[in-house]
């Protein structure tokens, strides 16, 4: 695994490492609107399934995208991609938002599954990497078109910005 993934797969393992199902439904504050613990690892999870795919995709078409980053996009990449800043405020879109409830899972039941997405995504990374090399390959729908070392460093970063908010939760409920 390439060591940007592994640092956070290990720092999702970490954050989730000893969570009953129970924990896994807690939420920083009492509003629905406001995730479970669950509910932002489902948000990653769906991430890493929308990134995988249009890699795959991408792969299919056998060209890297022909898209060129405008300023605001460069100044988009400089924040999240090499300052590590992912802003808040957010609205996550609706393909990769949470259903309200599902079944309650383990903490290690969602790392073992955030393991597996994430290897799966580190192996349509590599691919990209041997066939479009360095380039700019496939465009984010905010950050324009990204490398696949990009692309890493933004889950990293987005998955961070995630992290914190688990953290929190944790603290919040004496976790």
Not at 4 to 24: K, M, P
Not at 84 to 90: A, E, K, Q, S, T
Not at 100 to 126: N, V
Not at 149 to 163: D, M, V
Request: a positive charge.
């Amino acid at each position: 695994m390439n060591p940007t993934i592994e640092q956070l797969d290990s720092r999702l393992s970490s954050v989730l490492q000893g969570l009953d199902a129970s924990q896994t439904q807690l939420r920083l504050t009492p509003e629905p609107s406001c995730w479970t613990i669950q509910q932002i690892a489902e948000h990653l999870l769906m991430t890493y399934a929308s990134t995988g795919a249009s890699f795959e995709t991408r792969l299919a078409k056998g060209t890297p995208t022909l898209s060129r980053p405008t300023p605001a996009h460069r100044a988009a990449q400089f924040l999240v991609i090499t300052m590590g800043i992912m802003p808040g405020g957010r609205k996550s879109p609706p393909e990769v938002t949470p259903a309200a409830s599902t079944a309650p899972l383990s903490g290690s039941e969602i790392i073992a599954t955030t393991h597996d997405a994430l290897t799966h995504l580190d192996q349509a990374f590599d691919q990209a990497e041997k066939a479009f090399g360095s380039a700019r390959c496939l465009s984010h729908f905010l950050l324009g078109p990204l490398s696949a070392s990009q692309w890493r460093r933004f889950h990293l970063t987005h998955g961070t910005h995630h992290i914190r908010q688990i953290a929190a939760i944790r603290r919040v409920h004496g976790l």
